[in-house]
């Protein structure tokens, strides 16, 4: 039996790699793909727009703090396969609304079934399967998830362009509902609860004992941080670009080097994990990013924007592997699914306000350029606090 056990967590990690794939139509990222053509065909304003997406990832946000609960009750498949099918559903319609109330009803939706629900649980299963190999595992599974949202960003992309954005979000349901429920099933509810016995309760710190820890504030915020950079610069993505001269072309090309090192960013960060204390890990991925909002007022030339795009990767992926493991890592597995849904609530809200920072920037001021320095200098403040808080002691 023991033999088998590692063969199928690693399954597990796939499925779950496989599941934050799924969450595109909800984050920011892939509604930035459809974000131009949507504005057009349905005359939204840019501010109203970003005010929409506030107030549906505000309420979406619901799904991380109520779906911890879910994960530990009932366990990793039942809840997969219940919130993939709902999520798939939820895009299918909202390729089809024709109203701003049909389209705020619709991208609520997806954020609270997506961006929320959908992340804790993909989170969540590989936590509860690998204990001892952590680290190594975040590392791959960040790998794997990073190359599928590399297939997935050209992919969708290419169809909003030749074919318009209903018909590209249509076929992102239908591919969820055709490819990631049936893997649902193929989950076990825990690792503690599989054939293994477990006759010893799970270590680890609850809930109101990791919010008295600085570290988890620290951790948490400096990981929203980079949800409101990447959910505001996400949304607004083509429009930044074009600000700056460039066409959607190079916007699109941007989205490939982004993936592509950050996929580079996922194998530094489980390589340094190793011998690094997360702390200072954490800062420096924090300073990462912290340049590359300095540089971006600054592009002008092809090369300076895979420059900067690079920056962004790099710095997003090693944040992804530390988001990922530290959770199991430094708190335990004892309410790992409620410690993650507060951890995941606080970065979908960071990101429901990082784009109306930026349209409502671009409204005042004519131009993004004020709010990513500001943005900026409070990276650089927590990437100090990350490198000064000390972590809590090992529970056992």
Not at 45 to 74: H, P, Q
Not at 92 to 116: D, H, K, N, Y
Not at 318 to 343: H, K, N
Request: aromatic residues 8%; proline residues 4%.
């Amino acid at each position: 039996m023991s033999a088998r056990r590692p063969y199928y967590g690693w399954l597990v990690l796939l499925v779950a790699a496989a599941a934050m794939v799924g969450t595109l139509p909800g984050r920011t990222q892939g509604l930035g793909l459809i974000t131009e053509s949507l504005l057009a065909e349905l005359h939204i304003g840019r501010v109203e727009y970003a005010k929409l997406n506030l107030w549906a990832t505000l309420i979406g946000a619901a799904g991380a703090l109520g779906v911890g609960r879910f994960i530990d009750r009932f366990g990793s498949r039942v809840v997969l396969t219940v919130v993939a099918a709902a999520l798939g559903t939820a895009v299918c319609l909202m390729s089809r609304v024709g109203s701003l109330t049909e389209l705020a009803i619709a991208v609520t939706l997806t954020r609270a079934l997506g961006q929320s629900a959908l992340s804790v649980v993909s989170l969540a299963m590989v936590g509860q399967w690998f204990v001892r190999r952590i680290d190594m595992a975040m590392a791959i599974y960040s790998v794997v998830l990073s190359v599928g949202f590399m297939i997935a960003f050209p992919i969708v992309g290419s169809l909003v362009q030749a074919h318009g954005w209903r018909f590209a979000w249509l076929g992102v349901g239908a591919a969820i509902l055709a490819g990631l429920v049936p893997l649902g099933l193929l989950v076990v509810r825990t690792n503690h609860q599989s054939p293994i016995p477990h006759p010893q309760p799970l270590a680890g710190y609850t809930l109101l004992a990791a919010l008295r820890t600085p570290a988890f504030w620290v951790f948490a915020i400096g990981a929203a941080l980079y949800g409101l950079v990447a959910s505001g610069i996400g949304l607004f993505n083509e429009s930044i670009l074009a600000e700056r001269g460039f066409g959607p072309n190079i916007y699109y090309q941007t989205l490939v080097i982004t993936a592509l090192t950050s996929l580079a960013g996922n194998f530094i960060g489980g390589w340094l994990a190793r011998s690094v204390a997360l702390n200072r890990l954490m800062a420096l991925s924090l300073c990462v990013l912290m340049a590359g909002l300095l540089a971006l007022p600054h592009v002008t030339s092809f090369a300076m924007a895979m420059a900067w795009a690079t920056m962004m990767g790099l710095g997003g992926g090693l944040v992804m592997v530390l988001f990922f493991s530290v959770w199991p890592r430094v708190y335990g597995r004892r309410e790992l699914g409620r410690i993650q849904g507060v951890a995941q609530a606080m970065t979908v809200l960071a990101s429901a306000v990082g784009p109306l920072l930026l349209a409502a920037c671009l409204a005042m001021t004519g131009s993004y350029t004020a709010m990513f320095n500001i943005l900026a200098a409070a990276v650089g403040v927590f990437a100090l606090a990350a490198l000064m808080v000390p972590l809590p002691p090992t529970v056992n």
